[in-house]
């Protein structure tokens, strides 16, 4: 166990060897708990939306009407094959 530096601020960086055990990276959240006896417990912090957030993020903003799978799957094999 080692031990880390309170800044000015009041704030501790992380070694890159713990946030690597946490299993975080640049942009994740961590969570904290308080325990008694002045202890605290760092976690990686579990993500707390649903799927069904998701929908609708890929709607296209076209006119006109929806491909048809045909029309899906040749666009697809185009881009497979390098052709725009």
């Known amino acids: ?3 880390l530096t309170v800044t000015a601020k009041g704030q501790v960086t992380l070694r ?3 946030l690597e055990h ?4 640049p942009g994740d ?3 904290i708990e308080k325990l008694p006896g002045g202890r605290v417990e760092v976690k990686a912090a579990q993500p707390s ?3 069904l957030e998701a929908f609708g993020c890929l709607k296209a903003k076209r006119k006109g009407r929806p491909l048809s799978i045909a029309q899906m ?3 697809i ?3 497979w094959a390098g052709k725009r």
């Open 1 to 3: 166990m080692g031990t």
């Open 16 to 18: 890159k060897d713990l």
């Open 22 to 25: 946490l299993g975080v990276s």
């Open 29 to 31: 959240k961590i969570s």
């Open 49 to 51: 939306g649903s799927i």
């Open 73 to 75: 799957n040749e666009v």
């Open 77 to 79: 094999a185009r881009g």
